[in-house]
């Protein structure tokens, strides 16, 4: 698989799975999100519950990247090879409406909570990227830049950024003219011009600060 630069990128270990598993939690789940910095659509977490790492990683496992450093097409292969692979997979969604409603980091709590939820087995400890739940009551450990660090989380992010991008790409259908299947929801340059041009859409994050730019200097 290759990464979108030729340098030498970090490679995910099982440190911390296969530290968990020795400890006697045979399930545990790594977590990611994607989409908090966006200025469209929702918020999408994943949660992967990695097999009993005894011996060799799992093929699955050992193509992930943290999915800010693949590819779109490297991001896809990767999201089909766990889908048919021994782990287990959840994500759960918070929607513009509700993150606004929230703010951004409870938003975060509830799209990984709802992620744990949508899981065919409950886990028993967690791998969070940069992260701690208060609403998990079980071992949890959050690992900065987990990402690129742990093949659970790096599964995770993977998971959530394959699973919002089809979300945004279907989306566009719905609100055209914002270009939401190329950028996601991400403030680039063409995102800007169409909001001048469109004004927000109901998926936008009006407390956004350059969506919110655009309500206030609308005519009243």
């Known amino acids: 698989m290759r990464a979108v630069s ?4 970090p490679i995910p270990n099982a440190i911390e799975e296969r530290a968990l598993q020795q400890a006697g939690y045979s399930v545990v789940a790594g977590l990611d999100e994607a989409g908090r910095g966006a200025w469209a659509g929702p918020l999408v977490a994943a949660a992967v519950v990695v097999p009993p790492l005894g011996g060799d990683v799992p093929d699955a496992l050992v193509s992930v990247r943290d999915s800010k450093l693949l590819t779109s097409e490297c991001r896809v292969e990767a999201f089909d090879k766990l889908l048919v692979s021994e782990c287990s997979l959840g994500v759960g969604f ?4 509700e ?3 929230l703010g951004l980091t409870a938003a975060n709590e509830l799209a990984m909570m709802r992620a744990v939820e949508c899981l065919p087995i409950e886990p028993e400890a967690l791998l969070v990227d940069a992260f701690r739940l208060r609403s998990w009551s079980g071992p949890q450990k959050g690992i900065v830049h987990g990402d690129a660090r742990c093949v659970s989380i790096a599964a995770a992010s993977v998971v959530a ?3 919002r991008d089809r979300w945004m790409v279907m989306l566009d259908a719905h609100y055209p003219g914002y270009g939401l299947a190329g950028h996601k929801g991400y403030g680039v340059p063409s995102h800007r011009r169409a909001l001048d041009r469109l004004g927000p859409s109901a998926i936008h994050r009006r407390s956004y600060r350059p969506v919110a730019a655009l309500i206030v200097s609308e005519p009243a």
């Open 94 to 97: 918070v929607s513009s409406i």
């Open 6 to 9: 030729d340098r030498a990128q």
């Open 161 to 163: 950024k394959v699973v």
């Open 99 to 101: 993150l606004e409603l």
